[in-house]
């Protein structure tokens, strides 16, 4: 394999330091979200199809599935959950014929939604330093993006369009990394392993959102397929942990980036409409 170039190295460095900022944002999002939710939503599918409903009015259970990215079993669950929750219900519909059943919101699911707008809305004013790297990312990579796109003001549609983001470049980088985690955070955890000094177990618990047993488990996976090595570090007590990723994970490091180029204006798009 030839030297890559400054440039390459330049936009390489560029793409994996939007992958894990992106991460980063949508990790704030959530923890913000389930600071301020008291309604107890199972998973981010829940909410998805919540907001889905909340701007888009009544669906198909297929456009639900859609939205959350689930299979229709999936969301059929999630649907049982949701009504029994008093969140939504089900009821015959006329979207295309009079057989068809469609979903809606509840007085309760309304509600619940609102809290989360509010929610959000205080994320994204919170969160402006990170939507301006975004931002400032994209357009080093050669994506425009006005000034005026970074501040959104309509919380909900924003949230829903940085999950379709986040789906998007986890879709394009599964090729390498999905064997080992699908929920996208073997690169993130690989890109911390690949810094100077390697990290800690501690450290990608935080950065990722796992448990601590979470984080251990995929250490366990990546180590078995050679992807990172872990081993006793300089600290004080001699004890500590490090993590660091090595040849075989620099090169999936590389092989997601590859991957998650092409996408990035699709990405910015979705993230920054105009």
Not at 191 to 211: E, I, K, M, Q, Y
Request: charged share 20%; aromatic share 4%; glycine share 10%.
């Amino acid at each position: 394999m030839g030297t890559r170039s400054a440039h390459d190295v330049v936009e390489s460095n560029g793409v994996g330091e939007f992958l894990v900022s992106l991460r980063e944002f949508s990790l704030f999002l959530t923890r913000t979200i389930e600071l301020a939710q008291q309604d107890g939503f199972v998973s981010n599918n829940d909410l998805m199809v919540l907001i889905s409903l909340r701007l888009d009015g009544p669906r198909r259970p297929y456009q639900l599935a859609k939205a959350a990215g689930l299979s229709s079993g999936g969301v059929a669950l999630l649907l049982d959950r949701l009504q029994e929750s008093g969140w939504t219900r089900r009821r015959r519909g006329v979207l295309e014929d009079g057989r068809a059943v469609v979903v809606e919101l509840t007085e309760l699911g309304d509600a619940a939604v609102e809290r989360t707008a509010m929610a959000t809305t205080a994320a994204f004013a919170a969160a402006r330093p990170l939507l301006e790297r975004l931002g400032d990312l994209l357009a080093l990579l050669g994506h425009d993006v006005p000034r005026e796109a970074r501040h959104p003001s309509d919380g909900l549609a924003t949230l829903r369009r940085t999950v379709e983001a986040g789906h998007l470049l986890t879709a394009a980088i599964a090729r390498v990394t999905g064997s080992y985690d699908a929920a996208g955070n073997v690169f993130h955890v690989l890109w911390l392993a690949n810094g100077r000094g390697g990290t800690r177990p501690v450290s990608l618990a935080d950065a990722t959102g796992l448990s601590s047993a979470g984080i251990a488990d995929l250490l366990d996976r990546l180590e078995t397929g050679g992807l990172v090595v872990r081993s006793s570090g300089a600290q004080p007590d001699g004890r500590a942990v490090v993590v660091r990723a090595t040849s075989q994970g620099r090169r999936v490091l590389d092989a997601a980036i590859l991957d998650a180029g092409p996408v990035l204006g699709c990405v910015a798009r979705a993230l920054f409409p105009a």
